[in-house]
C-alpha cells in the first residue's frame, strides 16, 4: 500500500522532472512486483530455479521499459 | 511455468507499448490526461488488497481452519466484484466520450491491456470460487494444499500484471 502511494504521489505533477520522476515510478513497481512475489507468492520458500526464472523475467521488463523510455522519452 | 509464461506475454506487450508511446509521446500523454487517476488507484488498493486476502486465506487452509478461509476468499472476491464493476464504470465513461480501442494507438493500448487484465480477473476469481469450495470440506491432502497453493498464487500474478499496467498506464509522463 505504501509503494503504491509512493508511486502515486511521484507520479503526479510535482514539479520534479518528469523523466526522473518516471524511473522512479517504474522501479516503485518492481519493487511491489518483487514484495508480492516474496511475500504472497511465498518466492522466498520456492526452489532456486523458479525464483530465478521469475527475477530475471521482472528484472528484462524492468530494465527494458527504463531504457525504452529513456531513449525514446 | 503458466504464471511465467504470462508474465512473459505481457512483457511483450507493455514493451510494444513502450515502443508505441516512444513513436509519439505527446499523444500518450495527452490521452493520458483524458483518465481519471483515481479509477487506476483505487483498482491498485482492490487488488492489493485481495491479494493480501488470498495470502492470509491459503495459511488458514493450510491449518484446516475453514470458517475463516472461506470469510478471506469471500472478501477477496468482494475486491475482484469492485475491480470490475470500477473498470466497467471507467471503460464506460470513455466509450461514451469517444475515447474507445480505435480513438488512437494509447487507447487501443489501453483496451487491449485492461481488457485483457479483466479477463484474468473473471478466470482468477473462478479459481478464488473453487478455492472457497474446497476450503469447505474442512482440512485437505497435502496434494489439495498444493492445488490451492497454485491457484492462490495465479490471483498474485492478476495482482502482480496490474501492478505494472497502473503506472504504464496512468502514472507515466
Known amino acids: 500500500m505504501v509503494a503504491t502511494l509512493i508511486s502515486w504521489s511521484v507520479g503526479i505533477d510535482h514539479g520534479m522532472d518528469y523523466r526522473f520522476s518516471t524511473v522512479v515510478v517504474l522501479l516503485v513497481t518492481f519493487v511491489k512486483v518483487d514484495l508480492v512475489g516474496r511475500n504472497f507468492m511465498e518466492l522466498r520458500d520456492a526452489k532456486p530455479l523458479l525464483r530465478l526464472i521469475f527475477y530475471g523475467v521482472c528484472v528484462v521488463m524492468c530494465t527494458a521499459l527504463i531504457a525504452m523510455y529513456l531513449v525514446t522519452g | ?173
Open chain 2, 1 to 173: 511455468m503458466l504464471i511465467i509464461g504470462d508474465l512473459i506475454i505481457f512483457g511483450v506487450i507493455f514493451i510494444a507499448f513502450m515502443h508505441a508511446r516512444g513513436g509519439d509521446p505527446d499523444l500518450f500523454n495527452g490521452s493520458q490526461m483524458l483518465l481519471h487517476r483515481a479509477f487506476g488507484g483505487v483498482n491498485t488498493l482492490l487488488l492489493v488488497t485481495s491479494s493480501l486476502l488470498v495470502a492470509l486465506a491459503v495459511n488458514a487452509i493450510r491449518r484446516g481452519t475453514a470458517t475463516p478461509a472461506r470469510r478471506l476468499l469471500f472478501a477477496a472476491l468482494l475486491c475482484a466484484a469492485l475491480f470490475l464493476g470500477n473498470k466497467g464504470i471507467e471503460w464506460m465513461a470513455l466509450l461514451s466520450s469517444g475515447h474507445g480501442p480505435t480513438a488512437n494507438s494509447y487507447f487501443m493500448y489501453f483496451f487491449v491491456l485492461t481488457g485483457l487484465h479483466a479477463v484474468h480477473v473473471v478466470l482468477g476469481a473462478t479459481l478464488l470460487i473453487v478455492m472457497t469450495r474446497m476450503a469447505r470440506r474442512g482440512p485437505l491432502r497435502d496434494d489439495q494444499i498444493s492445488t490451492v497453493e497454485s491457484f492462490g498464487c495465479c490471483w498474485h500474478l492478476v495482482d502482480v500484471l496490474w501492478l505494472v499496467i497502473f503506472p504504464l498506464l496512468y502514472l507515466m509522463h
